[in-house]
């Protein structure tokens, strides 16, 4: 099993910046990807971000340039820094494990950006 921790949710005015912090806990494998999709009411679940424990990464045409993951090997944790946020952002923000066969999510944190 695998716990996700996530925190750095809140309202934000268009323009400003948040960074969501994920960490995980429990039996985690040495390879594997952690990332961030979002869910916005009344859509479906997308992807957002996401980072192997080797440094590949890949994101979200709609956030390239804006967003950057990073993440804390030695902690487990990986991070998303928010700039530019747009209203369009707005969404729960989940944090995805994946180690092997087996994928977790975290609970999410809500993400407001007001115009």
């Known amino acids: 099993q695998v716990q996700l921790v996530e925190s750095g949710g809140g309202l934000v005015q268009a323009g400003g910046s948040l960074r969501l912090s994920c960490a995980a806990s429990?039996?985690?494998?040495?390879?594997?990807?952690m990332g961030w999709y979002r869910q916005a009411p009344g859509k479906q679940r997308e992807f957002v971000a996401v980072?192997?424990?080797?440094?590949?990464?890949d994101y979200a045409d709609s956030v390239k340039g804006r967003f950057t993951i990073s993440r804390d090997n030695a902690k487990n944790t990986v991070y998303l820094q928010m700039n530019s946020l747009k209203p369009e952002d707005t969404a729960v923000y989940y944090c995805?494990?994946?180690?092997?066969?087996?994928?977790?999510w975290g609970q999410g944190t809500q993400v407001t950006v007001s115009s």
């Open positions: 995805r494990y994946q180690g092997g066969l087996s994928v977790y």
């Open positions: 429990g039996s985690i494998f040495s390879i594997n990807t």
């Open positions: 980072m192997s424990s080797g440094g590949s990464l």
